[in-house]
């Protein structure tokens, strides 16, 4: 596989809403951010990755953009963007923005020009004169009637979201162009959201029943896909030196070896989601108990199954998922499930990526009261699971697990007022443990989730092998444990961990190799400790 930077660095997440409020509007802002570069800095990241600061009427968080070249004056402006693209590169830290470009808001000009049937926008987006059979992704249907134009349009998300038509060349030359204004600002790539939704069957076939995702085959990796990702890297892509990551749901490896192989020039790399099903039955909301081996089993298919043939990447957390503490590791054993999981995922090939709070080991916040939830997704899903009978209490402990505003809530910078976020009450609630969790307490202690992950950013930028060694899994069928290999040409490191909150028996004997980390001061003869985990190096 080719060496590049961006395949090296951590990227940390930053969703801006809930990262810093820098003038006490209680909402994260740009200024805020610029205030923090150097903890970003101190933490040892390479990239950061912004979630949308766009122009947007909100009813998605920014993942509805009204106006692409502007930014929504609760976050800055576009000189705050300037600035903050100047300080992270003085810190000698890349900026990837978020493209969400499958769909606009309904308030974006070129959706209402669409509905006026306005010259070339006309067909801007995906129009039918009867419902389609399709299903959306925030629950209930995927089409809905615009009394003005007399049609019906397709929105894969909220009804605020209409989906552009991609099959359109005008659509193409104007994500262009965005792409440039970017670009030329000086950001160093694109985190494409739902990338692989954008090529649809035109003709729109109603899909057979299904409670999840209805006509899921028509609009999900379409082969189109293909061409017009190559087509925006020919144009755009390929004359900066950038990065893409494509958020792809529902991709296989083989998927992923298309649109990642760096031949085929299409994206750099995918966010793929067979391992975020290990608590659950492919839909968030259809929870399973959580196993270790739910876990295991597809993250080592994708590291066998891409070695060599495209690039993923690590993540467990993102503002879109709760807290992993809470779904894959124990609020008891905080610290040890915590930094147990980082060295389980950060030692596997594929470009890691932290979402802010994660590496101060911050957890669900699991709001009782239904009023307490700002994100649409929320609100869509409890709706539309009272509709299919499911009772009030039902749906409310599926929200308090699963709701994406678990991941949403203030990072905890402190245990001042409202964890040093704002001065006045946030958007969203702070986590109520943020006395306990925060930037602060983690940084003062000598054993925190915060200096495990910057002795784990640390060794990635030490020991190559890290990066591009090759996989292989050790005792695959032991259901408690999680242990790998990774090798090149000249080193060799062995991952161990106790996925359990027991202890588990282990005997292999690594004595010719040497510890260079653990989540434990002292290690026992023939057993891990609960959630311990070990990695060995030799040269
Ligand atoms: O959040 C999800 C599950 O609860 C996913 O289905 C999510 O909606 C999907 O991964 C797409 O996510 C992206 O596009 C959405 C936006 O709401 C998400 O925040 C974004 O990450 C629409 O733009
Ligand atoms: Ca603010």
């Known amino acids: 596989m080719k060496k590049t930077w961006f395949k090296e660095q951590f990227v940390y997440q930053i969703y801006p809403r809930s990262f810093k409020d820098s003038n006490q509007d209680g909402i994260g802002d740009i200024p805020g951010i610029i205030e923090k570069v150097p903890y970003l800095k101190d933490l040892g990241v390479g990239i950061v990755w912004l979630s949308p600061v766009y122009q947007s009427p909100m009813e998605d968080f920014g993942y509805d953009i009204s106006d692409y070249r502007n930014i929504a004056p609760e976050f800055g402006t ?15 830290i890349k900026l990837v923005m978020d493209l969400v470009v499958n769909h606009t808001s309904s308030e974006h000009p070129w959706f209402q020009k669409s509905v006026k049937r306005e010259g070339k ?3 801007y987006y995906h129009w039918e004169d009867k419902k389609k059979k399709w299903g959306s992704f925030f629950g209930g249907d995927a089409w809905s009637y615009n009394e003005e134009r007399g049609q019906y349009y397709l929105h894969l998300f909220a009804k605020g979201q209409p989906d552009l038509n991609w099959d359109n060349p005008d659509v193409r030359e104007d994500v262009k162009d965005i792409m440039r204004f970017w670009l030329d600002l000086g950001v160093d790539g694109f ?16 899909g057979h029943w299904s409670l999840i995702l209805r006509g899921k085959k028509y609009f999900c990796n379409h082969p189109n896909l293909h061409k017009y990702l190559h087509e925006l890297n020919r ?9 893409t990551v494509g958020e792809t749901a529902f991709v296989k490896p083989k998927d992923a070896a298309l649109l990642t192989h760096p031949d085929r020039q299409e994206l750099d790399m995918v966010f793929e989601f067979d391992h975020m099903a290990a608590d659950n039955y492919v839909v968030k909301w259809f929870m399973k108990k959580f196993k270790p081996m739910n ?8 590291q066998n199954q891409l070695n060599g043939k495209g690039w993923n990447t690590l993540y467990l957390e993102n503002h879109d998922q709760a807290r992993s503490i809470n779904r894959f590791g124990s609020l008891e054993y905080r610290y040890e499930s915590a930094t147990m999981l980082a060295t389980m995922l950060y030692f596997q090939q594929g470009t890691p990526f932290i979402y802010q709070g994660q590496e101060i080991g911050m957890t669900n916040a699991g709001f009782e009261q239904l009023d307490q939830y700002q994100d649409i997704e929320t609100h869509n899903i409890y709706r539309f699971g009272r509709k299919l009978g499911f009772s009030h ?21 402190s245990s001042d007022f409202n964890a040093g976020f704002s001065n006045v009450d946030p958007w969203l609630s702070v986590n109520p443990n943020y006395k306990e969790i925060n930037v602060v307490e983690e940084q003062k202690k000598d054993q925190s989730v915060y200096h495990y992950f910057k002795r784990i950013i640390d060794l990635r930028n030490k020991y190559p092998v890290i990066v591009y060694g090759d996989y292989k899994d050790l005792d695959f069928r032991n259901k408690s444990l999680y242990s790998y290999q990774r090798t090149d040409k000249t080193d060799e490191i062995i991952v161990v961990c106790n996925g359990t909150k027991r202890d588990i028996e282990y005997s292999k004997d690594y004595s010719d190799f040497t510890l260079i980390l653990s989540n434990y001061r002292d290690q026992k003869e023939n057993i891990l400790q609960p959630f311990e985990a070990r990695v060995y190096y030799k040269k």
């Open 393 to 413: 209490k039902r749906m409310m402990k599926k929200i308090r697990m699963m709701s994406r505003d678990n991941a949403r809530t203030p990072m905890q910078w």
């Open 191 to 206: 985190r494409c959201d739902v990338i692989n939704l954008i090529a649809k069957d035109n003709t729109h076939p109603n």
């Open 235 to 243: 144009d755009v892509l390929s004359k900066y030196d950038c990065f």
């Open 78 to 92: 576009l000189d705050d963007m300037k600035r903050l693209i100047k300080e992270l590169h003085k810190a000698k």
């Open 295 to 302: 876990l295991k089993k597809p993250l080592s298919k994708w």
């Open 121 to 123: 926008y006309a067909d």
